[in-house]
């Protein structure tokens, strides 16, 4: 992508000038950022997916009368969901990209953000009057009209208490500074913990949400030390048996006690300089971030295929795998390779434009073929 060019998709500014300006600092309105959008997938094919296991589904209500907001958790047949005439619901369908490829190329068209940020496409079906409630989100987003209306309230909102005893995050005090009605094709993108509140006018309202993931550093960190610390575990039954009387904890200054169930601080000082010793393990982080940042969501699994034999005309990722590379390394999928010199250029052409053609396949090694080709009997990337 030329990051430098106008886009439409972003009213005519650069990808450049989007992230400078608008990107995690305030909203921007598009008008017409998809003309003529045309949702590439139609509503009876939206409800089949609701229909199905391993598609994260929920329907959210509230109630004519009483005004109590409901939450249900999918899969719904057809018939489990309300009449499209019934005002006041809403069908979140999360991960779609995942389930259909014209939604993952849509995706796609956001790549000027990292990958390690991208997170998926969640479509709203929506009922006249449906919407989820003034609330905050936690990361940035993209809400693209995909059909019909709906009018989107937002605000800087300082006050973040939410309502209880709901099922749903809705602020308590929600107010609104500016209003807007988007139609088909219209797009607004909104800053982390930006205030929203979307309210479809009229039936057969859809919205699509490419949501960005932004980890928080608490979670990260207990995921990357539980990973750093499978890692050296795996490591140390390989080694060698420890062979220096150094390597163990020695103490010859240590005095007589008269309170002998007292912690030496000499043995904690020795505790943490072993654990600061895993950690600084050579790309020991870097490589558990990859690994964590390119493992697949709970509910994906890949389908084992045979390729056909070589020479290959194109190899393309499954639109399920997640592959990203840091200066060292190439991670799919939860795996890690360390990878250098040509195969390395060749594997990061792959991650970057998530396919190869003919010719780039040709000068591949034997040892990069070899790795292709287990990816493709895996079924995460396809060959033809
Ligand atoms: C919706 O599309 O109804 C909800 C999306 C959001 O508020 O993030
Ligand atoms: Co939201």
Redesign the pocket.
């Known amino acids: 992508m030329d990051i430098q060019s106008p886009l439409a998709l972003l009213g005519g500014i650069s990808p450049q000038q989007f992230m400078r300006r608008y990107w995690q600092k305030k909203p921007l309105l598009i008008r017409g950022a998809v003309p003529a959008m045309v949702p590439p997938i139609a509503r009876a094919a939206l409800l089949d997916l609701a229909a199905q296991e391993g598609v994260e589904s929920r329907l959210i209500q509230r109630g004519a009368k009483d005004k109590i907001w409901t939450l249900r958790h999918g899969p719904f047949n057809r018939r489990a969901l309300p009449p499209a005439s019934r005002p006041g619901w ?1 069908l ?1 369908l999360q991960g779609v990209d995942l389930h259909h490829d014209g939604i993952h190329s849509l995706l796609r068209q956001f790549r000027f953000v990292p990958d390690a940020r991208l997170d998926d496409l ?3 079906y ?1 009922s006249d009057q ?3 409630g003034p ?1 905050f ?1 936690s990361y940035d ?1 993209f ?1 693209l009209q995909a059909a019909g209306r ?1 009018r989107w309230s937002i605000g800087r909102q300082r006050d973040m208490r939410l309502q209880e005893g709901v099922p749903l995050k809705i602020l308590e005090q929600f107010e609104p500074e500016e209003s807007f009605v988007l139609e088909a094709g219209d797009m607004l993108y ?1 800053p982390p913990r930006y205030a ?3 309210v ?1 006018e009229g039936g057969d309202c859809m ?3 490419i ?1 960005l993931r932004s980890p928080a550093k608490r979670h990260l960190g207990a995921d990357l030390l539980a990973r750093v610390a499978e890692a050296h575990a795996e490591e140390l039954e390989h080694a060698a048996p420890l062979s220096s009387a150094h390597t163990h904890y020695r103490d010859p200054g240590q005095g007589a006690v008269d309170a002998p169930a007292a912690m030496p601080e000499a043995l904690q000082a020795f505790a943490r300089e072993a654990v600061a010793l895993a950690l600084r393990e050579p790309d020991a982080i870097e490589r558990a971030l990859g690994e964590s940042m390119t493992e697949p969501k709970a509910n994906v699994w890949f389908d084992e295929g045979e390729p056909p034999d070589e020479p290959w005309q194109r190899l393309a990722l499954d639109r399920r795998t997640r592959m990203l590379y840091d200066a060292r390394h190439v991670y799919i999928n939860g795996e890690s390779f360390r990878a250098g010199g040509r195969d390395a250029t060749l594997m990061r052409r792959l991650a970057d434009r998530r396919e190869l053609a003919a010719k780039e396949l040709a000068g591949a090694s034997d040892d990069a073929l070899a790795l292709l080709r287990d990816w493709c009997e895996a079924g995460w990337a396809h060959a033809d």
Request: proline share 0%; hydrophobic share 40%; aromatic share 4%.
């Open positions: 809403t979140l969640m479509i709203s929506a449906g919407g989820v609330h989100d987003v809400l709906r909104l929203h509140d979307g479809a919205t699509y949400s949501g």
